[in-house]
């Protein structure tokens, strides 16, 4: 399934963390920080004088976000969708 965000949303699929350390299991809680990556981006940002602002986030880059209550989600053959605004990425991974 192709995704086309429209404006400044981004599609990331989430890339799974290893929580183990040695023996010790580290849970995720609810507002933990994820590792993603960038399937598409929209077009970019309106601002307010109407101009185009086009998005630093490319297709494929790597990047950490917080999961919280506003980011929507979809799930689709076993693989979770998020839906975010650029402003929601905390960094992008090089």
């Known amino acids: 399934m192709n995704f086309f965000p429209l404006y ?3 599609v990331v699929t989430k890339i799974e963390i ?3 350390i040695g023996e010790l299991y580290i849970p995720n809680n609810e507002n ?5 990556k960038v399937i598409n981006i929209g077009n970019g940002k309106i601002l307010e ?3 185009l602002f086009p998005l630093t ?3 494929n880059d790597i990047i950490l976000f ?3 209550y506003n ?9 979770e969708y998020f839906f975010l605004k650029e402003s929601e990425i ?3 991974i090089k």
């Not at 933990?32 to 993603?36: C, Q, R, Y």
């Open 57 to 59: 986030v490319k297709i």
């Open 66 to 68: 917080k999961d919280n």
């Open 49 to 51: 004088n109407g101009k």
């Open 18 to 20: 290893n929580n183990k």
């Open 8 to 10: 400044d949303k981004i």
């Open 32 to 36: 933990s920080i994820l590792k993603g």
């Open 90 to 92: 905390i960094s992008i």
């Open 71 to 79: 980011i929507d989600k979809y799930k689709f053959n076993n693989t």
